[in-house]
C-alpha cells in the first residue's frame, strides 16, 4: 500500500514577514517537516510528501525559494499543487529543474 503524508496551506511569506501580520508561517512549516522526519521510523515507510496549495501567500519567487529551501531538509520526496495564492508561472519555474513538474499545461498529477 502506497503511504501519502499531506500537508496543506503553508502560505509562505517573504523572509522577516509574517502571514496577516500574526503567523510565521516559516516556522510552522520546519516544524511540520521536522515532526514527519521524526516520525518516519515509527509511522513505517512513506513514498510521498504532497503538499497542497496555498505554498505561498503571494506566489512570489522570493517566497518559493524560501518554500523550497524550508522543504529541503524532508527526508521523503514532495510534489506540489498550487492553490489560489499561488501563481502557475513563477511556481513552474521555480521547480522548473524538477523532473516531475510539467513544463507546460496545468501543474496537477
Excluded at 519567487?61 to 513563477?90: I, K, Q, T
Aim: glycine share 6%.
Amino acid at each position: 500500500m502506497t503511504k501519502i503524508i499531506q500537508i496543506s496551506d503553508t502560505h509562505i511569506v517573504p523572509e522577516g514577514t509574517l502571514a496577516y501580520d500574526q503567523v510565521d508561517t516559516a516556522a510552522a512549516l520546519a516544524e511540520t517537516v521536522a515532526a514527519i522526519n521524526h516520525l518516519l521510523p515509527r509511522i513505517g515507510p512513506v513514498d510521498l510528501v504532497i503538499v497542497t496549495g496555498d505554498l505561498t501567500e503571494h506566489g512570489t519567487p522570493e517566497e518559493y525559494d524560501r518554500f523550497r529551501n524550508l522543504m529541503a531538509d524532508l527526508e521523503r520526496p514532495y510534489r506540489v499543487l498550487p492553490g489560489n495564492h499561488d501563481r502557475r508561472e513563477p511556481m513552474r519555474e521555480s521547480f522548473s529543474g524538477e523532473n516531475w513538474m510539467p513544463r507546460t499545461g496545468p501543474i496537477n498529477w
